[in-house]
T-cell receptor, first 113, second 111 residues
């Protein structure tokens, strides 16, 4: 089966600029997650979607981060404006249903300078 | 919320020896515990998982044990090989169906 697709693979922006990441989950996977992985740390959940509805966004910095999953398939994560501490790998993952094991995408490595 | 702690943060073993990584969790209602392997620059890959109604699960050289009473679970890798070198993450799923990850263990297998 095709994996979780993410783009871009790398992005370098200046602080205060905006950036958007895209994720296409495995076909049929109802649950989609965005994680932030800072170098040397474990992934931290930012937001969880079930179809096109938000299940949990308690750790999403809503003053600058936003995410949507229109039509319950693809999802975008946006940061506006970016800060230096946002430098991290942003991982998208999907699962057949909430709570099942994930499949991760390759991630987008963001560097904010 | 759930809190997952993972030890050690780094681990070096000789090829052929065993490696053990331990995790503890705080939410006694957590019921699913996957382990992920992440090679440098690559995505985390699920390698084994265990549910709360099982005490041990084995897949070839990899095994996971769960002690629900003590709220800890461990990953055991036997007959380690250089290609086992990677960062390993444990995770726990809470009753809200969210996964919380440990901070990772960097395993180095020395040939």
């Amino acid at each position: 089966e095709a994996g979780v697709a993410q783009s871009p693979r790398y992005k370098i922006i200046e602080k205060r600029q905006s950036v958007a990441f895209w994720c296409n989950p495995i076909s049929g996977h109802a649950t989609l997650y965005w994680y932030q992985q800072i170098l040397g740390q474990g992934p931290k959940l930012l937001i969880q979607f079930q179809n096109n509805g938000v299940v949990d966004d308690s750790q999403l910095p809503k003053d600058r981060f936003s995410a949507e999953r229109l039509k319950g398939v693809d999802s975008t994560l946006k940061i506006q404006p970016a800060k230096l501490e946002d430098s991290a790998v942003y991982l998208c993952a999907s699962s057949l249903a909430s709570g099942f094991g994930y499949t991760f995408g390759s991630g987008t490595r963001l560097t904010v300078v | 919320g759930e809190n997952v702690e993972q030890h050690p943060s780094t681990l070096s073993v000789q090829e052929g020896d065993s490696a053990v990584i331990k995790c503890t969790y705080s939410d006694s209602a957590s019921n699913y515990f996957p382990w992920y392997k992440q090679e440098l620059g690559k995505r985390p890959q699920l390698i084994i998982d265990i549910r709360s109604n099982v005490g041990e699960k084995k897949d070839q050289r990899i095994a996971v044990t769960l002690n629900k009473t003590a709220k800890h679970f461990s990953l055991h890798i036997t007959e380690t090989q250089p290609e086992d070198s990677a960062v390993y993450f444990c995770a726990a799923r809470n009753t809200g169906n969210q996964f919380y990850f440990g901070t990772g263990t960097s395993l180095t297998v020395i040939p």
